[in-house]
Structure formats: C-alpha cells, structure tokens
T-cell receptor, first 115, second 113 residues
C-alpha cells in the first residue's frame, strides 16, 4: 500500500473550515484514501473514504486531485470537539500478503481548533 | 447501536502477572482486529480474525502474546507473563467486510509495573 505524508500539526479557528492535506504520490489505481481521527483517550474514528471522486458525508468532505497524488480533508465548520489527530491512510479494498489492505497508521496531523 | 466494547478500560498489574483483555465486536461484523498504541511506535496492528479464525498474527510481538475468538461475539488478548514494555493502550476494532470502515472500541490502558 502507498505511503502518505501529512503535516505534523495545524491550527484552525473555531467556526472556520479546516483543510487537512495529504500527499500520496505513489498511490496505485486500486487504492482508496481513508481518513480517520483520534480524539484524546478514545479509539480512532472513521471519517470518510474515496477512490477518485470527491466525497461528502455528515462529518466532512474529501477532495482528491485528478491525478490522485494528493487529497484534502475538509471540516466545513470546525468546533473545539474536532481537536484530534487526523490520519490519512491509503489502502486497497482487499487483504493480501504482508501489509496489503491493512490500516497502517502513520503519525497523522494534530489539529488544534482554537476559540 | 452498541459499538465495540472493551474491558477493562484500565488495568494496572505487576510484571510477571497474566493479563487478559476482552473485546465484544459489533454484532454481525465478520472481522475483528487487535491494535496496540504506544508513543514510540504509534498504532500498530497485532492480529486479526475473520469469522472467528485468526488470519494474520504477524504483528504479535512475541510468544507471550496470544489471542482467541471462541465465538462471533467475544475475543481475548492475553499476555503471559507481562512485562513493563507491554504498557500501552490496546484497541479492538471490527468491521462487516474488509473494505468497510473499522469501528474501534475505547481501548484498554494497560500499565505493567
């Protein structure tokens, strides 16, 4: 599975949109982009995932560039409760040998939402 | 809906003791995962099951660790004997199908003195 690169930390003002970038320049055609977040002392929480089209749900929007080498997670109106570590993960939708298809968590981006 | 339930939430014990962590996955989910999180190594997959059968245990650190899933609604992760370096937060997760999102429990914070 392709690796991802995320900034270690970001700040965002409460009520503003939080845009979290992720680079995955080695992504292959059958790999999905997943986003999870982990609020302090809790288990990771699924946010959204996509293959090549932009996706939106009640939590966030996912914008994937046309060449699929990068993506942006958008929290449209960040609140203090969105303060968390955000993980961008690239994986195929099937299991296999080694780490194929597994959720491999990197260091993520620590998002601090400030009042 | 009940999510993934883990117990205990906190465990403090002395080195050399046996530790058993428990997990109840979401009903109907066919996959169950055990993860460990430390400051040094981050969040790493230890083992996963499909339909109660262990599929990949390559992440289990050593023979002191063992995991079982006797039925679809219960799994255990056992450490015997425990060592201080096993101190970590252990998470259990489940999913309906491989390509579906994994749902995580709130974890067990384990401290080995």
């Amino acid at each position: 599975d392709a690796k991802t690169t995320q900034p270690p930390s970001m700040d965002c003002a409460e009520g503003r949109a939080a845009n979290l970038p992720c680079n995955h320049s080695t992504i292959s055609g059958n790999e999905y982009v997943y986003w999870y977040r982990q609020i302090h002392s809790q288990g990771p929480q699924y946010i959204i995932h996509g293959l090549k089209n932009n996706e939106t749900n009640e939590m966030a929007s996912l914008i994937i560039t046309e060449d699929r080498k990068s993506s942006t997670l958008i929290l449209p109106h960040a609140t203090l409760r969105d303060t968390a570590v955000y993980y961008c993960i690239v994986r195929v939708a099937f299991g296999g040998s080694g780490n194929t298809g597994k959720l491999i968590f990197g260091q993520g981006t620590t998002l601090q939402v400030k009042p | 809906d009940a999510g993934v339930i883990q117990s205990p939430r906190h465990e403090v014990t002395e080195m050399g003791q046996e530790v058993t962590l428990r997990c109840k996955p979401i009903s109907g989910h066919d996959y169950l995962f055990w993860y460990r999180q430390t400051m040094m190594r981050g969040l790493e997959l230890l083992i996963y099951f499909n339909n109660n059968v262990p599929i990949d245990d390559s992440g289990m650190p050593e023979d002191r660790f063992s995991a079982k899933m006797p039925n679809a609604s219960f799994s255990t992760l056992k450490i015997q004997p425990s060592e201080p370096r096993d101190s970590a937060v252990y998470f259990c997760a489940s999913t309906l199908q491989w390509n579906q999102p994994q749902h995580f429990g709130d974890g067990t914070r384990l401290s080995i003195l």
